[in-house]
């Protein structure tokens, strides 16, 4: 065969292969679900923060299922019984504080055990589900917390300095306008990464911590009641780190691990309009 021939075939051979690698590389390494909504927490603006916050500082393609403001609603897609299994992670930045139903709130944590799928929990999931007669919301979460502190400043002081996810968090981070959790109880095989000094009560209270139960990983932090609070590097790259930790993408020097990258730190400004403002992002499937 001729060269004149050849060479050409060689040259789509090789942009074939290319294009194949660049698309591969250009697929996210995790699919994750973000469950929102619920009363006293600026949800639409803190769906931009999360989504894109973490996707800068991990491989993230995500769903999001924003759901009513109203404590008693029942997010519609736990109703699913399959919801769960198109994700590697579900983000729980959820307020339903007055949903009772056992059978509801156990079905959430099963589809999790069940299925080995990595938790994280942030601010108000702690208190949802608390009037519900059962413990397996917070055994998953990994402590008991059903009330805050009224509105103070905060002083979070790291525990584990050597812990994987706390590498490159401040010794001592303050929060200018913080809401600490009161932690009621910490259940076995729970973490606890920092604390806060409560004014209120008096006592520390932890605030970011992990947990394993029924062989699945979790990773919590009770603070993000403000935008401001969540929208800065030092809690963003935090969570990031944490998301990392639950999916065994994180190294032991709290460096990611190949192919877990995000897209590079940006700022993230929320006085640019929202389309989450005015209508629920693509929900979930």
């Given amino acids: 065969m001729s060269h004149r021939f050849t060479r050409p075939l060689l040259v789509a051979l090789f942009v074939l292969i290319f294009t194949g ?23 639409p603006n803190q769906i931009k923060i999360i989504t894109q916050g973490l996707s800068q500082r991990v491989s993230i393609d995500w769903d999001v299922e924003l759901a009513g403001n109203d404590r008693t609603v029942k997010v519609p897609i736990y109703k699913n019984h399959d919801w769960i299994k198109p994700y590697d992670l579900v983000v729980h930045n959820e307020c339903y504080g007055h949903v009772d139903d056992v059978a509801f709130v156990e079905g959430i944590v099963n589809a999790h055990t069940e299925n080995k799928i990595p938790a994280i929990f942030i601010h108000c999931s702690m208190h949802s589900y608390r009037n519900a007669d059962t413990d397996e919301w917070r055994k998953l979460i990994g402590m008991t917390s059903r009330s805050h502190e009224s509105h103070h400043p905060l002083d979070v002081i790291t525990l584990e300095s050597d812990h994987p996810i706390m590498q490159g968090f401040p010794q001592n ?17 729970t973490t606890p990464l920092a604390k806060a000094y409560g004014v209120d009560t008096k006592k520390d209270h932890t605030v970011i911590w992990t947990n394993e139960y029924k062989g699945t990983k979790t990773f ?4 993000g009641h403000h935008n401001e609070t969540m929208n800065n590097d030092e809690w963003l790259s935090l969570v990031a780190r944490g998301v990392l930790w639950t999916v065994d993408g994180l190294n032991e020097d709290g460096s990611t691990k190949p192919g877990f990258e995000g897209t590079g730190k940006a700022e993230i400004d929320l006085s640019k309009p929202n389309p989450d403002k005015d209508k629920a992002p693509t929900p979930a499937k």
């Fill in 220 to 223: 919590s932090t009770t603070l």
């Fill in 173 to 189: 981070w303050k929060v200018e306008r913080g809401e600490l959790y009161k932690i009621e109880k910490t259940w076995d095989n």
């Fill in 21 to 43: 690698f660049s698309q591969a590389e250009e697929k996210a390494k995790l699919k994750a679900l973000l469950i929102t909504g619920g009363c006293c927490h600026d949800y």
